[in-house]
């Protein structure tokens, strides 16, 4: 609202276009002139006695009428000036708070967790909090004042001048700590922006000034070390002054819990699920000791001490699940260090009774050797239960249900086939293809690699089959985590793996492609990536029998049969589920995505997060498809913790999901104030925070603000005029 | 218009029966219930002769009139009547008022007290006469005795419609001097005019020696005013519309109502004549049965 100054001699209003309600006064003239009453009408004898009332109580009538209708008529226009909050522009005095000029105060406030820090009985947000609060209070009569929360991305929480106090300091209360990081360039630009809006439209306010409350850790502010942020800073600096204020101190300690997650991706009752944490030390020297506490839905299942001499301490503990559901597992550590927010990891746990697992095979067996490794005869419970089926297993089936499907030398495919792998895949599933003697390689490249342009299904291109020599595989250093459990296990079976004839790979032009495997000629022959939330492998060889007869020379490779082929299907399976149940843990400020939860079609889900607030979001019909039915989204997450996601309606706690912070805001080291650009008038909490340069704030009286006056008057008028119609109305009865 | 026979309510006349309308000063002495005068034949003067009504004292048939015409007159006297009562009935416009909660208009309320009054002063071998009035004296039917002049009365009654202004205090006047025979003059007016006037034409009666009774009808609407809603007030007697809000005047208008009344019954005490405010939603039966028994315990 618009300051309106020089109205009257010494007054000035605060909100001057409040002043138009005013006209509303002119409502109940208008309703007396205009009003037409309805008379019923009724003969009468008695006239002469009426005549001599009527002339008797004429004039008094009128009286009392014109006295209500200029009570009432006063009693809007008071309130109209009371809203518009006229001030005393000082009767005389000095008092520059009351006439100096106008500040506009935009204050961008840290909210990053590393604000969370106790470094004495308040967090630094708290200590930054008192601060702004101090200059609110010191700030002259009449400025204005703008909030930005410096977070991840910036929010504006008051985004026009307010100019009362009370109003901005119970919004400065509001702030807490978010559980993310902070972006400076984010929040100057929207303090920037604030301040260039209201130049514009409260020309009252002569000057600006942003102050940063922060403790500037350093992720937060190595914004400042990009160029065009720097840049941009600066000519904003040059316009409108800022002051950072900086609160804590460079001496800090915290730990935090950087890992949690399962050793093996099937859990089933049967078995203890093993997890490995790490807690790692992020200060330099303290804490040395903490207290590792693990929990599954709140329970606590496992405590350890941990020695974090060394920074870095992993941390195996075990648990067994009693029957299949969703868990959320959290490992906490405890009396570390006064930084809390990271001293939480959060990891779901979906505890399955058995895992089903499509084959489907080109050629009559062709997909035996993958069953074997899948699911060894002999082993009970089966914990994988492999389904094989022919070339045409494809159609019509729901894939759902499968956690992984193998295609083992399958020749080609209808187009409605890979239109159902790719939506299979896009909803967390996972493909395996394996090649052979009956895939026709134009038609796979056409239909699973080419087809779409940017989407390849296919992780690589299919090129001629080479049979020039035998090959061995090379690990590529163990790199991937497809062959990582290999590594120091030179002698299980990966490396002398004998390659007789393959195609040739070419991952080159795919995005997203990775080698797992490579031949010690350098080609690539087990290749992967990402597709939706799934993952696609593709092994450049056959992994189905040979015909019996077939000369060596002949095979494609003997993989299968070597030991360590079912440990690779298990780590490809492993991998698979990875990848399915990733989306379930996200960093916060990230964003969950699922399809839908319980029964497929379910058209609304409740979420509740980590504060015990539940939301509630309609599920997205759109993404809806055969396999995997309806898809939502939620986020971007701003609390670290478990969200519960059920059906609305449903009285389950929900499955969990897990948003866990980015442990590199718990690192607290700061930024070199000395070396902090020019444009920021420093402050520091050691040297005081008094005196504000030229901000107005200083001694000075109360201001004198009439409103409340005006108001007091106004609830006089509405009694006067409640006793007189009371009295008036009494005198007719 | 209201039927002769509900002039004649059985209950009223039930309740009037045994009662009698009794002259205050005409004839001293007249409190037996007799209505024939004990000074019978002495200086007594002709008044008139009436035409021969069966149980009429074949002493006073006039013979030389029956030996002319060859029809039976009896000799009316001055004195031979104890009681000669006017029933003086306002039919102007204003009596036409009948309040939501009133059975009656004024005017059908005073037709059946007239009618009443009528039966039982002819009852008692009296002589009664009716005027009507609005502004002016409307029509006049003279004292007579005798069964057949009830019919008259009811007659006249029967053709009597509310019309034209009120205009009591002249028409007092008036009535005042044409009642040449003194007897008991009974009002039946809502007497809206102005109270000076009304007291001016009552007086007159006083000054003429009569015994004025006032009936002052008034409708229960008008004597407490019960409206609360803007209403617009049309006048009946003068072409007018007041439209006010009822709930503010309502005070101012009682005032004035009850400075009126104050005014009028002020006025009939100073001249000994009978004030009797009837509200027109009460029985009639039980307005005439307590005015007369109080009349009757006030003369003895």
């Known amino acids: 609202m618009e300051q309106v100054e020089g109205l009257w001699g010494w007054w000035e209003l605060a909100s001057g276009p409040m002043l138009g309600w005013s006209a509303a006064a002119l409502v109940p003239l208008a309703v007396h002139l205009l009003r037409r009453r309805t008379y019923r009408e009724t003969p009468w004898a008695a006239m002469r006695f009426l005549e001599a009332a009527m002339r008797r109580r004429a004039g008094r009538m009128r009286i009392e009428q014109w006295l209500l209708l200029i009570l009432r008529m006063a009693l809007l226009a008071l309130l109209a000036v009371a809203l518009a909050d006229p001030r005393s522009r000082g009767s005389g005095s000095t008092d520059h708070r009351a006439t100096g000029p106008k500040t506009h105060w935009v204050f961008v406030i840290d909210v990053s967790y590393s604000m969370a820090y106790h470094a004495s009985e308040r967090s630094l947000l708290e200590e930054s909090k008192s601060l702004a609060r101090d200059r609110i209070q010191a700030a002259a009569d009449g400025d204005g004042f703008t909030l930005v929360a410096m977070g991840a991305p910036a929010q504006t929480r008051i985004a026009e001048p307010a100019f009362d106090r009370a109003d901005v300091l119970r919004e400065l209360e509001r702030l807490e700590p978010l559980h993310g990081g902070a972006s400076l360039d984010d929040a100057l630009d929207a303090a920037r922006r604030i301040a260039t809006r209201a130049k514009r439209r409260y020309p009252r306010l002569t000057r600006t000034r942003i102050c940063v409350f922060s403790d500037l850790q350093r992720t937060t502010w190595s914004d400042l070390d990009s160029p065009g942020v720097r840049r941009r800073i600066d000519a904003w600096a040059r316009e409108i002054p800022i002051e950072l204020v900086e609160v804590g101190e460079p001496a800090w300690r915290n730990a935090a819990v950087t890992r949690l997650e399962l050793a093996h991706s099937l859990v089933t009752p049967d078995q203890d699920a093993r997890f490995l944490a790490e807690i790692r030390r992020l200060s330099t020297d303290h804490p040395r000791r903490a207290r590792a506490i693990a929990l599954v839905d709140g329970q606590v299942v496992h405590e350890a001490d941990v020695d974090l001499t060394s920074g870095t301490e992993t941390l195996a503990f075990s648990h067994r699940f009693l029957k299949p559901g969703d868990y959320a597992v959290e490992l906490r550590i405890a009396g570390a260090d006064p930084l809390d927010i990271d001293n939480h990891r959060w990891t779901s746990v979906r505890v399955r009774d058995s895992l089903r697992v499509l084959c489907v095979e080109g050629a009559p067996g062709a997909a035996r050797y993958v069953a074997i490794a899948i699911e060894p005869s002999g082993v009970e419970p089966a914990r994988l239960r492999c389904e094989t089926a022919g070339p045409s297993g494809l159609v019509d089936r729901d894939l759902g249900p499968y956690a992984c499907i193998f295609l083992c030398n399958v020749p080609t495919f209808q187009s409605e086939e890979v239109e159902s792998l790719r939506r299979y895949a896009d909803s967390g599933g996972g493909l395996v293809f394996f090649l052979g003697d009956q895939v026709q390689t134009d038609r796979y490249n056409e239909l699973l690699h080419d087809g779409e342009r940017g989407r390849a299904l296919l992780p690589a291109r299919l090129g001629s089959v080479e049979a020039d020599r035998v090959h061995s595989l090379d690990p590529l250093e163990y790199r991937h985590p497809l062959v990582k459990p290999f590594r120091s296990h030179e002698r299980a079976g990966l490396l002398t793996v004998p390659i007789q004839r393959h195609f040739r790979l070419d991952p080159t032009g795919t995005t997203g492609s990775r080698v797992a495997l490579g031949l010690d000629n350098g080609e690539p022959i087990l290749v992967e990536k990402d597709y939706g939330r799934g993952r696609v492998f593709l092994f450049g060889s056959s992994v189905s029998p040979a015909p019996a007869g077939t000369a060596t020379a002949d095979l494609w490779t003997e993989f299968p049969t070597w030991p360590s082929f079912p440990p690779i299907v298990h780590e490809l399976l492993a991998l698979v589920l990875r990848s399915a149940d990733a989306h379930r843990e996200v960093q916060v400020g990230g964003v969950f995505e699922s399809e839908s939860i319980g029964e497929p079609g379910a058209p609304r889900l409740r979420i509740i997060d980590p504060k015990g607030d539940a939301a509630w979001l309609d599920v997205d019909g759109g993404r809806s498809n055969a396999s995997r039915g309806p898809a939502w989204r939620h986020g971007p997450v701003t609390w670290s913790g478990v969200y519960r996601v059920a059906p609305d309606g449903k009285p389950d706690a929900g499955i969990p999901y897990c948003a866990n912070v980015d442990t590199a805001e718990g690192v607290l080291d700061r930024v070199d104030p000395a070396a902090m650009p020019s444009i920021f008038a420093r402050e520091s909490t050691d040297e005081g925070h008094g005196e504000v340069s030229g901000g107005g704030g200083g001694g000075g009286g109360e201001p004198r603000s009439a409103a409340r006056g005006l108001l007091a008057a106004v609830l006089a008028i509405v009694l006067v005029e409640c006793l007189l119609a009371s009295l008036f109305g009494a005198g007719r009865s | ?300």
């Not at chain 2, 005042?176 to 039946?188: C, I, P, Q, S």
């Not at chain 2, 001249?271 to 009460?282: A, G, K, L, Q």
Request: with cysteine.
């Open chain 2, 1 to 300: 218009m209201q039927d002769s026979k509900t002039y004649f309510d059985p209950r009223t006349l039930a309740r009037l029966k045994g009662l009698r309308l009794r002259a205050r000063q005409i004839v001293e002495g007249f409190v037996a219930g007799l209505h024939r005068s004990p000074q019978r034949g002495f200086s007594i003067e002709f008044a008139e002769h009436r035409e021969y009504a069966p149980g009429d004292d074949l002493r006073y048939v006039d013979w030389k009139v029956l030996g002319r015409t060859d029809k039976l007159y009896s000799k009316q006297f001055e004195d031979e009547t104890n009681l000669v009562c006017h029933l003086v009935l306002d039919a102007s416009a204003g009596m036409a008022y009948q309040g939501p909660d009133s059975p009656l208009s004024k005017l059908d309320y005073a037709k059946c007290a007239a009618a009443a009054l009528a039966w039982l002063v002819l009852e008692q071998q009296d002589a009664v006469g009716i005027v009507t009035f609005d502004a002016k004296i409307r029509k006049v039917l003279a004292p007579a005795r005798g069964s057949a002049h009830l019919r008259n009365v009811v007659r006249l009654l029967e053709a009597t419609e509310p019309a034209g202004e009120t205009a009591a205090g002249p028409v007092f006047h008036e009535l005042a001097e044409r009642f040449r025979t003194r007897g008991v003059v009974v009002l039946l007016s809502d007497l809206f005019d102005a109270p000076e006037s009304v007291l001016a034409g009552l007086k007159h009666f006083h000054y003429r020696r009569h015994d004025v009774i006032a009936f002052h009808l008034l409708d229960r609407a008008e004597a407490e005013f019960p409206f609360d809603d803007p209403t617009r007030f049309r006048g009946l007697e003068q072409p007018i519309r007041i439209p006010v809000d009822a709930r503010a005047i309502r005070r101012a208008y009682l005032d004035e109502f009850d400075r009126y009344v104050r005014e009028l019954e002020a006025g009939c005490r100073q001249w000994s004549i009978d004030y009797e405010r009837v509200e027109t939603d009460r029985p009639l039966d039980e307005v005439l049965a307590r005015y007369l028994t109080g009349r009757r315990h006030r003369l003895r």
